[in-house]
């Protein structure tokens, strides 16, 4: 172990310092701080100098992998790059030293950005509204089911509590409308990767709230049953709700409003490039119907009319509250610059560039990686293992994980591995628009040299990674019996 990989406890010294503080001028209130808050001993800190610190931290960013150190593949994430703007933009004082409670007059251009924001999201979308309160995209597809929910008992309809969900679905699909309540029916795919409108149709009856789906799925997949999709649903008197997550494929080419969305979600740390990662911060918007705009949450942005300001509003009907003030401003601010910088025009092309970045991938390794559906994807797609990875042989067989890993020796990040749970050895890829060719080429010669190893030296594989600063952990066993402190 070098000697900046230790922990910050294992760098400690009695009596180090890396602090220098003035002497303490003000009176003693010991006194007057109640019994149960005064400390019985000094804090068990680490004693180390300023250079320690500053080398352990320095060390330990470098050991953390970022769109800003390589490229990013994870399918359904898009994880593509922030531009810098963005950041300079959320950290201006003017709008990071606001506080939530500030009056409305006095954070009139705030609000102004709030309201912009919402008008451009449902130009992009093709929906009537939006509300940004949510704090991520499941926070945001509860938010939506909730609308759902709210508009079939607002008309008495207290039987619909089944939601429909794909069998391709993202796993949050099917855990946010049990949250709220709702009973989850599969619906299955075609072996052509797309909903099965003959499973579809049974399923539908008074009893059916809504079906959830993304467009494209979660195979890369455009549903090209869609209108006779929305067509069945609404005739059951069931609602259409967009899972967002891949709406990068479609920005600014085909709108979900449009193939007759009732509801839906937008990540905004996805498709409008804010980062995410890590537990956050993110931004789920919801956008609705105009039949459903007043079953949105509280507070919207609303104009007063005596004075001709913006102020926040509570609604009577709707979700009430189901955020703090008005989401999580930053993001808002990262994803109202990326749209203001790109124009309408730019817009327009970030979904065909990031079709044509994956399938551009797609075709280039499919003769060595097992394509289970041959068709024109959108912006990501799915492997099914490699071609030739010594399959029924135990001790000489290749996985999906085993190239995820080696991928790292690479300088790579390793895309999203077994989901969807349609295939056994789904790999998933998502390049995005904002990658170069070079960058493409790049990854494919890697993927194309770890399919060669696979037949030439498999253990290669099946022990990698060699090159990073941990190694292949028992992932099942850091689940089962982590290590939570020193």
């Not at 909730?146 to 679905?169: C, E, L, N, Q, W």
């Not at 030439?456 to 290590?483: C, F, G, I, Q, Y």
Request: hydrophobic share 35%; with cysteine.
């Amino acid at each position: 172990m070098k000697y900046y990989d230790k922990l910050i406890f294992e760098l400690s010294k009695e009596g180090r310092t890396g602090f220098s503080l003035p002497e303490n001028t003000w009176p003693e209130t010991a006194d007057n701080i109640p019994d149960g808050l005064k400390r019985s001993g000094y804090p068990d800190l680490p004693q180390v100098s300023e250079p320690d610190v500053v080398r352990h931290y320095v060390n330990l960013s470098n050991m953390n992998f970022g769109v800003d150190t390589g490229f990013y593949p994870l399918g359904s994430c898009t994880m593509k790059y922030n531009p810098k703007i963005n950041e300079e933009t959320a950290r201006h004082p003017g709008f990071a030293n606001l506080h939530p409670l500030q009056p409305d007059e006095t954070v009139q251009g705030a609000l102004q950005i709030y309201s912009e924001l919402s008008d451009w999201l449902c130009s992009l979308t093709g929906m009537a509204a939006f509300t940004l309160n949510p704090f991520a995209g499941a926070h945001g597809e509860l938010t939506g089911l909730m609308i759902m929910r709210s508009y079939h008992m607002s008309r008495g309809d207290f039987k619909r509590t089944r939601i429909i969900v794909p069998d391709s679905a993202h796993g949050t699909n099917p855990a946010s409308a049990a949250v709220c309540g709702l009973e989850v029916v599969q619906v299955r795919s075609t072996p052509q990767g797309v909903i099965d409108i003959d499973d579809l149709r049974p399923l539908l009856d008074d009893t059916v709230a809504g079906i959830m789906m993304t467009n494209p799925n979660t195979l890369g997949l455009f549903e090209t049953e869609i209108r006779e999709i929305e067509a069945s649903v609404h005739a059951a008197g069931g609602l259409l709700y967009y899972d967002g997550a891949n709406m990068n494929a479609l920005l600014g080419k085909v709108r979900p409003g449009d193939m007759g969305f009732d509801i839906m979600h937008l990540n905004l740390h996805k498709t409008f490039s804010t980062p995410h990662g890590g537990g956050g911060p993110g931004a789920g918007p919801v956008g609705v119907a105009a039949r459903l705009e007043h079953l949105l949450p509280s507070p919207v942005v609303g104009k007063s009319p005596e004075t001709g300001k913006l102020r926040t509003e509570t609604r009577t009907q709707g979700a009430g509250r189901i955020s703090g003030f008005m989401g999580n401003f930053g993001v808002l601010m990262k994803a109202y610059t990326y749209i203001l910088s790109l124009g309408n025009e730019n817009v327009r092309k970030t979904g065909p560039f990031s079709v044509l970045a994956a399938n551009y991938v797609k075709e280039s390794l499919k003769d060595r990686y097992k394509l289970p559906v041959e068709s024109l994807c959108k912006h990501e797609f799915v492997f099914d293992g490699l071609r030739e990875a010594n399959a029924g042989d135990p001790d000489r067989e290749v996985t999906t994980l085993d190239v995820a890993k080696r991928l790292l020796d690479y300088g790579f990040h390793a895309p999203t591995i077994y989901f969807p749970l349609l295939f056994h050895q789904s790999i998933m890829i998502e390049p995005t628009e904002t990658e170069s060719i070079e960058t493409l080429d790049a990854f494919i010669g890697a993927m194309r040299t770890i399919a060669d190893e696979a037949v030439s030296d498999p253990d290669l594989l099946r022990s990698a990674p060699h090159n990073t600063p941990v190694r292949r952990p028992d992932e099942t066993r850091a689940a089962t019996h982590p290590k939570l402190k020193y």
